[in-house]
């Protein structure tokens, strides 16, 4: 049976998974670039950039686990752009096709939330990008009959993931918790009392100073 | 010079420092006695209750260093009691004197902040309670003086702390980070973004399931 799993998703020990102030030039707000620091040192962070080196222990063997055994992302559309609203630049030469370039690191169809349905677009790799509004167990369902025998990622922003787990639609959240106080954003864990009772939770706190926290459903 | 710290502060891993519903049953509200069954499974927790055996491993190590080096406490009123407002209790049969019996773990001064001061009492093994309507800084000038040469230990609850955290008045703060999602209470983070910038953070994960984050004044 394919699961679901959110992977790599990191907050603020104050519980953010976004800063304030989203922009194209800040996709995080003010958190910038911190709470991906740790990832960006891994060996798997760094081939992202086409760079090589990188450290290769936990936060290495967590990070890479994102390309392994995925057939379908849903993202909420905070991950995909900071646009809100109606899609003005969609048909444009002006259009937005996420932050990822020419070949995004899914390599896979990837569903993206939202209330503005527009036409899907394909990239290199594998990246075809599908825009619905759906329940997350509708989008699940969807996602799932395109994974096929593969597991299905669930790939944030907070807003989003926070309503799969709500849903009780996760098997597997793997969350990565990054020693700094953004003190405003986004939460992850709002409305989420009790998640404990319906998974088992493992800490490891890796020499980087972040903490990996792995939910596993019961 | 005498350090102010913080030690074995307990929070969900959603931040609360304390649940809802505060009252003589349930000091710690619906949170019950989850925030601590970490530290009553050492060897320090169950010598508290006058039981032998425990844990003596990281959990315990931090959990000792409550009882070493310290010449005074404040504390905030919602560590001392349940109640609010003006004391109706005091001078009466049914006076309140805390949840620590008749020799409470402190043996010092404590100084508890309220903003309705009432008579200092005594006891057993040098528990002096004192109540005092002050600010964090005032607050600490007086401890730090019934001090001496010792450190002052900041003890909660998770508002207090945060105020003291706030003026930058704490040298070491040692948090425990419980996996549980609460989901409603206090929380110990709010308004205290960039506090790291201050402090370095060491982050080591307990076999027993918490995470002890120590944040040392740079």
């Known amino acids: 049976m394919p699961l679901v799993r959110a992977l790599n998703f990191t907050i603020s020990l104050d519980g953010f998974g976004t800063g304030e102030g989203l922009s194209f030039e800040e996709p995080f707000g003010h958190a910038g670039h911190r709470l991906h620091e740790w990832m960006f040192a891994t060996r798997f962070g760094r081939a992202l950039f ?39 630049d969609v048909g444009t030469d002006e259009e937005w096709r996420g932050w990822w370039g020419a070949n995004p690191p899914f390599h896979t169809p990837v569903f993206v939330l939202t209330h503005h349905p527009r036409p899907s677009f394909e990239l290199e790799g594998g990246n075809v990008f599908h825009f619905i509004d759906a329940s997350p167990q509708e989008a699940l369902d969807v996602a799932r009959e395109a994974a096929g025998d593969l597991d299905v990622r669930i790939g944030g922003g907070p807003s989003m993931l926070r309503d799969f787990l709500a849903a009780g639609l996760i098997d597997v959240l793997h969350v990565v918790q990054v020693p700094i106080l953004l003190g405003r954003g986004v939460r992850l864990w709002d409305g989420l009392e009790g998640l404990e009772s319906r998974h088992s939770v493992e800490t490891v706190a890796s020499p980087s100073g972040v903490t990996h926290l792995t939910f596993t459903r019961r």
């Open 50 to 88: 086409g760079q090589p080196g990188g450290g290769m222990g936990v936060d290495d063997a967590f990070a890479e686990r994102h390309g392994v055994g995925f057939g379908a992302e849903i993202m909420g559309r905070g991950k995909f752009t900071p646009q809100t609203g109606p899609w003005t």
